[in-house]
């Protein structure tokens, strides 16, 4: 059975900041987000599939997790 769920919208953004300092030509900071779901969307899942089941084509829950984002410091030298 070939069932579609609702249109999938999300939005993943990453932005990095380099910084040189001076301990070798090469040396710097890497700082870093990450952030999945911009816009913290709900979106609702896929309906039920199976035929058989009284809930066939309903659909139950959230297809998409609460915003997340991620820090990071990298050090390059």
Request: glycine share 8%; with cysteine; aromatic share 12%.
């Amino acid at each position: 059975h070939d069932v579609r769920g609702p249109a999938l919208h999300s939005e993943n953004v990453s932005i990095i900041k380099r910084t040189p300092f001076r301990l070798t030509e090469t040396s710097c900071f890497d700082f870093r987000v990450d952030i999945r779901n911009l816009f913290n969307r709900a979106g609702i899942g896929d309906p039920v599939t199976d035929v058989s089941s009284p809930y066939f084509g309903r659909i139950f829950g959230n297809r998409y997790e609460p915003r997340q984002l991620q820090i990071g410091l990298r050090v390059n030298f």
